[in-house]
């Protein structure tokens, strides 16, 4: 039961760390593209800076939530999982 629980682990702490390595990838891509498309935006039209500024910020906001959401998702993943008791207990002795 202890291996089992370890492999578990082992398998979610793996599984955590390339679910936000892909997610923040991602994230920084669309924050990327983003953040060029509104400097290209408001080069053309200065007069739209104020409303390009504020949708720019929400939408950088929204992407970056995405982000957040799957920080919390390998969180949950390493350390709420069914057998954390038996692991707790192997590094206990």
């Known amino acids: 039961?202890?291996?089992?629980?370890?492999q578990f682990?082992?398998?979610c702490a793996t599984a955590a760390g390339f679910g936000i390595a892909i997610a923040a990838f991602g994230c920084g891509i669309g924050q990327g593209l983003g953040l060029k498309s509104?400097?290209?935006g408001i080069?053309?039209?200065?007069?739209s800076?104020?409303?390009v500024t504020v949708t720019l910020l929400i939408g950088l906001a929204l992407i970056e939530s995405l982000c957040?959401?799957?920080l919390v998702v390998s969180l949950i993943?390493?350390?709420?999982?069914?057998?954390?008791?038996?692991i707790s207990g192997l590094f206990a002795k």
């Open 49 to 51: 800076s104020g409303k």
């Open 68 to 70: 957040i959401y799957a």
């Open 77 to 86: 993943l390493i350390f709420a999982h069914p057998q954390a008791a038996a």
């Open 1 to 6: 039961m202890e291996a089992q629980a370890l």
């Open 38 to 40: 509104a400097v290209e």
């Open 9 to 11: 682990f082992i398998a």
């Open 43 to 47: 080069a053309r039209n200065p007069e």
